[in-house]
């Protein structure tokens, strides 16, 4: 049974940064997922915030370019967010998505497995 599971949010300040942190576990072939960050806002839509492929090319939400900062450890099937110059606006709950690439080989618009969500709060 393939788990993900997410740590590191927490409160910052305006302008401040925080990791997040995402490690999938109970499949061998995890180091070949596609993995991203989302992150929903109270009364807002959920947001892809980052993505990674299985060759490791990354994107980004323009509201996040330049501040938000993914990588991707294929040996420890982890996926990072480190985050700077945090404003209120990045106040979400954020989730880390994993999955099999599709079979065009790129990432699903649907991804499999999710967790549960960490709390990210950033005050003014």
């Known amino acids: 049974q393939v788990g993900v599971v997410e740590s590191g949010g927490g409160s910052a300040q305006a302008e401040g940064s925080l990791r997040l942190s995402c490690v999938v576990s109970g499949d061998t072939y995890a180091h070949f997922y596609c993995m991203a960050w989302y992150r929903q806002a109270p009364g807002k839509e959920r947001e892809k915030v980052a993505s990674?492929?299985?060759?490791?090319?990354?994107q980004y939400a323009d509201s996040v370019k330049g501040r938000f900062t993914a990588s991707k450890d294929n040996a420890k099937n982890a996926l990072y967010l480190q985050m700077s110059s945090l404003n209120p606006d990045d106040t979400a709950m954020y989730y880390c998505?994993?999955?099999?690439?599709?079979?065009?080989?790129?990432?699903?618009?649907?991804?499999?497995?999710w967790g549960r969500g960490t709390q990210v709060t950033v005050s003014s």
């Open positions: 990674v492929d299985s060759d490791g090319i990354i």
């Open positions: 998505a994993a999955g099999p690439t599709n079979a065009y080989g790129t990432c699903p618009y649907k991804y499999q497995y």
